[in-house]
């Protein structure tokens, strides 16, 4: 849950009820956006581990909360749940890239009209934002690092939209910008931020707050060494 992006009170909630309804009353949990330190009681040995990759795939955790509640129900048992894990841990769920490239494209043009830009940079915007997309996957896949990646997507995002305004085929260079980094943008993270500080989740939102401003940094700078090149 946590590598799907998951809000850390939802992991550990997860995690004691799926221990409670198995009759382990004294189990603890601490989760944080990097490890999880999990305790059945004194006389159980504490599991700890580390979560090095992190993504967004909200299906993943829908699925993982469907298993939590079969559970702790009776309507599945401990063998029968932790199958079902085993095999949710082994697919993937993610849309091909083809596929995550051109509703990145499309959700581009979609955040320009939203933005009160014209019809005429619909089409630049789905280039600019479905390119940048596809060279964050390729960076990220390349390097590992994920800030590196959002600002070398930055980049191409803001040369693909200042080349079509100079060439005329775009108009309003700033809407353009604007539609074509919005996929690149920690939508969730912010919000799953907030709701951890909401929880009294300190460490986790600090966190993730720190995540999601690092992503904004890079972004802004990438855009802005475009246009400096431009």
Not at 7 to 30: C, F, I, K, N, P
Not at 88 to 111: D, H, R, T, W
Not at 140 to 147: G, I, L, Q, S, W
Request: charge should be neutral; proline fraction near 3%.
């Amino acid at each position: 849950m946590m590598e799907s992006g998951a809000e850390t009170y939802r992991v550990e909630d997860t995690m004691l009820r799926m221990a409670h309804s198995q009759g382990m009353t004294s189990a603890q949990s601490y989760v944080t956006p990097t490890g999880i330190i999990f305790s059945l009681g004194r006389t159980q040995p504490t599991r700890i581990t580390s979560i090095p990759n992190r993504a967004t795939n909200l299906h993943r955790i829908s699925l993982v909360n469907t298993i939590s509640r079969k559970l702790t129900s009776s309507i599945i048992t401990l063998e029968e749940a932790y199958d079902e894990l085993k095999k949710i841990e082994k697919n993937n769920y993610m849309l091909p890239v083809f596929m995550q490239i051109i509703a990145a494209a499309l959700a581009s043009g979609c955040f320009l009209i939203m933005f009160a830009g014209v019809w005429q940079d619909f089409i630049p915007a789905m280039v600019a934002g479905g390119l940048g997309y596809w060279i964050l996957l390729l960076v990220t896949d390349a390097t590992k690092v994920k800030f590196f990646s959002e600002f070398v997507a930055a980049v191409a995002v803001g040369l693909v939209a200042a080349l079509a305004v100079e060439l005329g085929i775009g108009q309003q260079l700033d809407t353009i910008i604007i539609g074509s980094v919005m996929p690149l943008v920690p939508g969730v993270i912010i919000t799953i931020a907030i709701r951890d500080l909401i929880a009294g989740h300190f460490t986790s939102g600090l966190a993730r707050g720190i995540e999601a401003l690092l992503t904004a940094f890079a972004i802004g700078s990438g855009i802005a060494l475009a246009l400096t090149i431009m």
